[in-house]
């Protein structure tokens, strides 16, 4: 109760409801911020937006490489090169957002201390910018498999819906990660150690079904991995011949339903506390 | 929330059923205290690198008073200047008005959204200028067509002229703060707090600010200024809240509060930077909501007081009303009219003085610190000389330090749990991989492989008793036990299987 009528309490964090429709109106912030941000960032290089396709080209020459020609395996799949390359384009997705959620609060320390918004848009802006990032990405993608003799299909519409499931995903994560490296720092340091993790967990240049054949535990383990199972829809409807197990199928929504439902009501729960970080 | 607020200020209630002015910010006893991660000590090279802390992960965790229990009431179409010296805690009271920073205790009651303006809030630097106004709208609420169509106008206020197309990293000080203050000023915000803008631009902006802030404060808001240049504030405010040590000194008439500080920068051996390292025995809080204990007049009536800064005299004259608080006031004065006014200040740390022990030390020491102002004025001999007793605001104090530090030493137990589970996990995980793999590996080569894995558990637990051992003594002999189990029955297995 105030002490005197019409006046509200400052430094609360909004109810639940009230700060999903504020940070709603506040949307095209979000937006503006990832766009100014992905075309700052890039305009300082001489290739410019040319980098976007360019890295994960070079990851994946790179993988090819090594996983390819040096150390090559019996795990491994026929078409070779677009298996590679689809499991590595995707994969970037989630890495930008999760190591761009990391640093979405730290890294905007001045902006959250100086204006009063809802907080969520920063990770959201974040994952809005590496949506921007993957369209060319996949755009390229799907120009590659061709010349690699995928045969084009309908199928590959169904990237759209997949990458989106994937965005909200990747948005959960972004969230909390975003939340804990404000207390934590040392969340930041740990999440490359993540992200190399989950990449050989992905099975990224090599067939879990292959090299996990006689183990039925680990085998539905790998398949569990939440990056594993998007990378798994994505070839499932981009390649011939590799569908994606049913395990895949089920849980890539089931875990895009927990991390975000987990994400948005960690995230708001510190809504208030985010300008006191150093 | 509200009995509470009532029971600590009566004079609170009055005042809001008094028809006047209407308050748009009630601050009532807020505290703010950081966390900081340092040492809060200096430490040679050695002692940092070969700190068993730093081995540990941990920075010390350091809070920081910054803000302590300040309390006011500020009313539709006042403009009120804040002063203190650097570190006292004014900028720090602004963001916990405008809701960036929580209070972590007391309330802050607004009839609107606090707008922070401060010279220190770079908005996004590698963007330019028309970007960050663009921004700045987006994220105050506006539509993006209102934004567009605002840019133009709030760029021309600026005056950056071409260098609105750049990067705002490359800005001056100066233009960066013209940029802000346009940006923030833009909406009619009720409440608009301005952190040191006035300070930074020119002759020719700070006129025309000015200017916007009286525009700003006739269309029914309310404008808090911070900032040291005097003279500006003497123009521009009829109220002035001097912040001390993250204590409320002063609040009053502008002249009045402007004098008393001016005089009080010029007094030889006054406190350095630093807002609350040493608390001062002063009275329990200072509002202009609370006329019946100091007898300042609200500052939302029609009389303003001349000053309301809390002079000895004052304190004889009401000496009956706070009886526990002013009962330090009379110690600190015979002891301040004995000991040389330009002492070196703080001789107490935070944490001596709340350990209970220096109790009585700080409170015959502080006020010779805080109130050196009239120590001969003062006749002796009519001040009857009371023991030091514990004011409420001294128990308040070290409850709060004893809280802390319980908290501080749970944390530290949990966080001592955390890293033992995870080494657990770790080594529990190292030699389940181990284990698969011997598993793989044997299936495959009829050749027993399996010693490898062991070893590497061996040495596993091995590290950890070297490591760990002088740290976290029981913790590492619980452990080196379980996983000198685990690599027992691993080994026991492999032999098995060699057997096989």
Known sequence: ?278 | MASVSELEQPGATALSSASGPRPMIVVDDAHVTYRVYASGKRLSARDSIFNMRALRGGRGLKTVPALRGVSFTASEGETIGVIGHNGSGKSTLFRAMSGLIPPSEGTIWAADRPVLLGVNAALVPELSGENNIKLGLLAMGFTPEEATAHIDEIADFAELNEFIHHPMRTYSSGMGARLRFAIASAKAHSILLVDEALAVGDRRFKLKSEQRIRELRDSAGLVMIVSHSVSSLRDTCERVLWIHKGELRADGAAKAVIDDYSKWVKQPGRGAVGAASVGSGRRPGTSGAKPAASGVTPATSAAKPASTHISPAERAANAGVPAAAVSTAPTGLNVAALAPVGAPSDPLTFDQLLSGEAMHAVQTSSPERTKPRHPRKQPIATRPITLPRESPRDAARRERYLRAARDRNRRRIVALAITGAAILVAVAAGAAIALVGALTHTATLPAPAGVSPAETAQAAVRFVDVAFLRDVDELSLDLAMKADAVAAGSEAYFTGLADV
Request: net charge positive; aromatic share 14%.
């Open chain 1, 1 to 278: 109760m105030a002490p005197v009528p019409g006046l509200f309490e400052v430094g609360r964090r909004p109810p639940f409801w009230q700060y999903l429709v504020e940070a709603w109106r506040r949307r095209s912030f979000a937006f503006t911020l990832a766009g100014y941000r992905l075309v700052g960032g890039l305009l300082q290089n001489r290739l410019g937006i040319l980098w976007i396709v360019l890295k994960p080209l070079f990851t994946a020459v790179i993988y090819g490489t090594i996983f390819g020609a040096v150390l090559s395996s019996s795990a491994r799949p026929d078409d070779w090169v677009p298996y590679l390359i689809t499991g590595v384009f995707i994969f970037e997705y989630f890495t930008g957002c999760f190591t761009g959620g990391s640093r979405a609060i730290t890294g905007n320390a001045k902006l959250v201390q100086s204006l009063g918004f809802p907080r969520i848009l920063l990770p959201i802006s974040v994952v809005i910018e590496q949506t921007m990032r993957v369209v060319p990405i996949v755009l390229l993608l799907g120009i590659l498999l061709l010349v690699f003799g995928v045969p084009a299909s309908w199928s590959w519409l169904l990237v759209i819906p997949i990458l989106a499931m994937m965005g909200v995903f990747n948005l959960g994560v972004a969230l909390i990660v975003g939340r804990m490296s404000v207390w934590l720092r040392d969340v930041q340091q740990f999440i490359p150690t993540i992200n190399r993790i989950l990449f050989y967990a992905s099975a990224i240049f090599f067939q879990v079904d292959v090299a996990f054949a006689d183990n039925p535990v680990l085998l539905t383990t790998a398949h569990l991995v939440p990056t594993y199972d998007f990378i798994a829809l994505v070839r499932g409807v981009m390649l011939v011949d590799h569908p994606a197990p049913m395990v895949a199928v089920i849980a890539a929504p089931m875990w895009t339903v927990l991390a975000i439902g987990i994400g948005v009501v960690y995230f708001w729960r510190a809504e208030a506390r985010y300008g006191l970080s150093e």
